[in-house]
């Protein structure tokens, strides 16, 4: 690989998969994903994650592009999940004097899914401030938990400003080209780490305002996550958006999700959705919730701050892909949002009741207006209890 190198030594390795279509077998990747990987060139050489075990070859030619013959010191290890860990065991059989450097919390992971560290000779444990010298470049760890496992931690080169980041502050897409951010047009990567953010990271907003603390005040010059571009020019933009995404900070807008088997719960919805707008809402947003993506559904819901949820009664309880989602919203601890509910049935109505349930019990979101229930289709009380949902969650938004 030509042209590798990001600043003073240190190079871009990773690689790109456009072949995956869901990762973590859940989530769409229209863009694909990149597995970054990072290389620092001194006195001694330090790996620093590695890629998903499918594009192993393709890694180790990147890394041989870039080292040739020279062996590799160290394989920091700042993150275990497989997608950046999966090439651990066989890098480690190209370059078995590699010490792996990491936590505690790495090696009980690393030593169960590849059997590598083992022996107290092929590791070097850090905790939390601990340096490791390169020759030039002076590195530090800090411990980020739960950012996104357990074990995560980040690994600061003190002598160039690069913050070489794990999951946080990445995103989905994949690299087309170039893979610093001033080299490259970002429109797409900003939706898409909204998206990453809320799927995969979401359920750990309290940790990732515990890591942006701990980074509080320190010169970062590149952030070099471990997924999507290396940030250089945005680094300020990316630090703000994981602070309001981490803060579940929302914008004024209106999520309407619904569930319909035969158009009738749909036109509630749509007149829902009608009345929000006619009293000011500009932006709207409705997912069929047996046909849209649950991955988009979430990212939208992160972003906006009224849902209104409503899906017909199906076996005396909730339609299923609704309670799908419920459980989805309720997994993520999203916070300060406002809910509005309505449902349908043809002989006994359940949604409105379990959805309620689901609030009170998990999701505890203030809910705006009256319920409205649809029965069989929609006549002209319950078009008018739409029609007053949709207005009550406009005023409510507006207000806010
Ligand atoms: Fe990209 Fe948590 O792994």
């Avoid at 898409?192 to 509080?216: C, F, H, T, W």
Wanted: glycine share 8%.
């Amino acid at each position: 690989m030509k042209n590798s190198e990001i600043t003073q030594g240190i190079h871009y390795v990773g690689v790109n998969d456009r072949h995956k279509h869901i990762f973590e077998n859940l989530w769409p990747l229209p863009y694909g994903v990149s597995y970054n990987s990072y290389i620092i060139v001194d006195e001694k050489i330090a790996l620093i994650d590695t890629v998903e075990v499918d594009f192993f070859q393709q890694f180790l030619n990147n890394v041989r592009s870039v080292i040739g013959d020279r062996p590799i010191d160290y394989i920091i290890v700042n993150h275990v999940e497989p997608d950046h860990s999966g090439s651990l065991a066989l890098i480690k059989k190209y370059y078995p004097e590699a010490k792996i450097v990491g936590n505690k919390k790495t090696f009980d992971m690393v030593r169960g899914y590849y059997h590598v560290g083992e022996s107290a000779d092929e590791i070097v444990e850090v905790n939390n401030g601990d340096t490791l010298s390169l020759g030039q470049h002076e590195l530090q760890f800090t411990m980020i938990p739960m950012v996104h496992w357990p074990e995560t931690m980040v690994t600061l080169d003190t002598t160039t400003n690069v913050l070489f980041s794990g999951d946080a502050f990445g995103c989905f897409g994949a690299l087309s080209g170039a893979f610093i951010d001033s080299e490259m047009n970002c429109d797409i990567f900003w939706s898409e780490m909204q998206r990453y953010y809320s799927n995969i990271v979401g359920k750990y907003g309290v940790p990732v305002q515990q890591a942006l603390k701990k980074l509080a005040g320190v010169q970062i010059d590149y952030i070099c996550s471990t997924h999507g571009p290396v940030w250089h020019e945005h680094i300020s933009r990316v630090i703000a958006e994981y602070n309001r995404m981490s803060l579940y900070q929302t914008e004024p807008g209106l999520v309407i999700c619904y569930g319909s088997m035969y158009g009738n719960t749909e036109q509630g919805a749509e007149v829902i959705a009608r009345a929000a707008s006619i009293a000011g809402v500009k932006n709207i947003v409705m997912h069929d919730v047996s046909r849209s993506n649950h991955s988009y559904i979430l990212s939208d819901v992160f972003k906006y701050k009224g849902l209104v949820l409503g899906a017909p009664t199906y076996n005396n309880g909730l339609y299923p892909p609704m309670e799908t989602l419920l459980s989805e919203l309720a997994a993520r601890g999203i916070k300060n949002h406002l809910l509005g509910v309505f449902g349908s049935f043809t002989w006994a109505g359940q949604t409105v009741k379990k959805i309620l349930e689901w609030n009170d019990s998990k999701l505890k979101f203030e809910l705006v207006g009256t319920p409205a229930e649809i029965k069989q289709s929609l006549n002209a009380d319950s078009t008018e209890a739409c029609e007053a949902l949709g207005k009550a969650m406009a005023e409510a938004l507006l207000k806010n």
